[in-house]
T-cell receptor
Framework: AQSVAQPEDQVNVAEGNPLTVKCTYSVSGNPYLFWYVQYPNRGLQFLLK??????LVKGSYGFEAEFNKSQTSFHLKKPSALVSDSALYFC??????????????FGRGTQLTVWP | NAGVTQTPKFRVLKTGQSMTLLCAQD?????MYWYRQDPGMGLRLIHYSVGEGTTAKGEVPDGYNVSRLKKQNFLLGLESAAPSQTSVYFC??????????FGPGTRLTVL
């Protein structure tokens, strides 16, 4: 069965410092990995994805994520955090085309708080 | 280009009442999804559709029904609402089943 783990419910970081939001996954095939962000009372917004190719992917708002196949991880990073980055972040995994037909499996989310 | 829209934004029901949530997308996407979001649970897939006239069960389908009569619309029905269905409901759509675009959500309270 496919699953995603976000080991930290909360991450707190000072503005200007680098941030990391962790994600590990378990799939029975080739993973497609995604990060989404949710601001209060809003829907989820797509940040970035890994399908294939370069293990370091860059996304919106200066975020990037590194795919590590041996560690089955896809951590979200940003070199310098902003207060406006404070939000709920979700990691999600899908399999390549097949019976699951693009279904996403989400982690439980990590609340990021950036202090001024 | 409105993207994914959901109607209504808020609703309060009494136990046993029924209602339908409407999702509409204007991106001509084949795939559409209904999720529910509960605190500490992430998003859980209720039902999904891979094209007009097709639907399939997701992770938590019990108590819900769906229909996809038109490509741009995906309806989620609650026939007899229960307090356990109090949640925030999100609709999403995608092309080729990958990157999903989400609506703003419907906050449902069942008393």
């Amino acid at each position: 069965a496919q699953s995603v783990a976000q080991p930290e419910d909360q991450v707190n970081v000072a503005e200007g410092n680098p941030l990391t939001v962790k994600c590990t996954y378990s799939v029975s095939g080739n993973p497609y990995l995604f990060w989404y962000v949710q601001y209060p009372n809003r829907g989820l917004q797509f940040l970035l994805k890994y399908i294939t190719g370069d293990n370091l992917v860059k996304g919106s708002y200066g975020f990037e994520a590194e795919f590590n196949k041996s560690q089955t991880s896809f951590h979200l990073k940003k070199p310098s955090a902003l207060v406006s980055d404070s939000a709920l972040y979700f990691c999600a995994v899908s399999l390549d085309r097949g019976s699951t037909l693009g279904r996403l499996y989400f982690g439980r989310g990590t609340q990021l708080t950036v202090w001024p | 280009n409105a993207g994914v829209t959901q109607t209504p934004k808020f609703r309060v029901l009494k136990t046993g009442q029924s209602m339908t949530l409407l999702c509409a997308q204007d991106m001509n996407h084949e795939y559409m999804y209904w999720y529910r979001q509960d605190p500490g649970m992430g998003l859980r897939l209720i039902h999904y559709s891979v094209g007009e006239g097709t639907t399939a069960k997701g992770e938590v389908p019990d108590g819900y029904n769906v229909s996809r009569l038109k490509k741009q619309n995906f309806l989620l029905g609650l026939e007899s609402a229960a307090p356990s269905q109090t949640s925030v409901y999100f609709c999403a759509s995608s092309e080729l089943g990958y990157e999903q675009f989400f609506g703003p959500g419907t906050r449902l309270t069942v008393l």
